[in-house]
């Protein structure tokens, strides 16, 4: 086996229209990856609703994300959060100087659209 290892924040790409994602980590039922966010958000009226789990944890900046019938979160550096399969859940808004910056889990039986 081939170790791999990197930081999280450093390599970041600039600021871009879209969030950025990357994949780090898969296998059977796990998905790792990173996300770099520059101010996007949830569009007005979207709900994610995922039929896997999701460990979310802010790295840099920082975010707000709302579960439905719940007011939005503010996630500062430090803040991880796991959103049930079938939470439906929102980013209400993301820092984007510095990027905010995430590390998300997916968990979930494999082949289920991750």
């Known amino acids: 086996m081939m170790l791999s290892a990197a930081n ?3 390599n970041l790409p600039g600021p871009q229209s879209d969030e950025f994602f990357e994949t780090l980590f898969r296998s059977a039922g796990v998905r790792v990856e990173r996300i770099v966010s520059w101010g996007q958000a949830s ?4 709900w994610y609703e995922q039929g896997w789990d999701e460990w979310v944890l802010v790295m840099q900046g920082r ?3 709302q ?3 719940e007011p939005t979160r503010e996630l500062v550096v430090g803040d991880w959060l796991l959103l ?3 939470c439906r859940h929102r980013v209400v808004w993301t820092q984007a100087e510095p990027a905010t910056v995430w590390l998300a889990v997916h968990c979930g039986p494999p082949g289920d659209g991750r």
């Open 8 to 10: 999280l924040l450093t």
């Open 43 to 46: 569009p007005e009226g979207f």
């Open 63 to 65: 975010a707000g994300l």
């Open 67 to 69: 579960c439905e019938g």
């Open 84 to 86: 049930p399969a079938g």
